[in-house]
């Protein structure tokens, strides 16, 4: 068996590509109609459909129980970028304990998107800042290996 799509259930699909064109830079690969992929694995599904698939009338939105996770090289580059858009923040930029900065945004609707910084680029920033190898492993709270294999 192969996981194949994550599949987001919309209110408006064109809105919704829209979005993710203009913020996540994906694009159209398969288009359905009521069901269109983007690169990356998205797919996409009109509310409309979804409901007869799943021969439910009652579908809900900004559950905030699930999430679709990218990860970004050029964090801060990319937070300047959502100030160009009229986003919903799930929450602003936070540090984890292991050092990886993230934010989590709302899609149209209200899908919860993490953006987090790249496990190689937090690795880099610790060695940068004067930090050993096995400063930042456990700093991380990562094996010395995985260090060495992101970087």
Known sequence: MKLKN???????????????????GLHVIMDFGANKTLTGGLALQTVETYKEF???????????????YFEEDDFDKFIDKLKEFDIEYVHPIIEHSWGQRVVRIYDPD?????????????CKR????????????KRMDVPAEFINSLI
């Open 6 to 24: 994550s599949v987001l259930v919309v209110t408006n699909i064109d809105r919704t590509v829209e979005f993710y064109n203009k913020v996540f």
């Open 54 to 68: 799943i021969n439910k009338s009652d579908i809900s939105f900004g559950g905030n129980n699930f999430e679709i």
């Open 110 to 122: 209200e899908h919860i998107i993490e953006v987090g910084e790249n496990m190689k680029t937090v």
């Open 126 to 137: 610790f060695l940068d800042s004067g930090m050993t190898l096995e400063q930042v492993a």
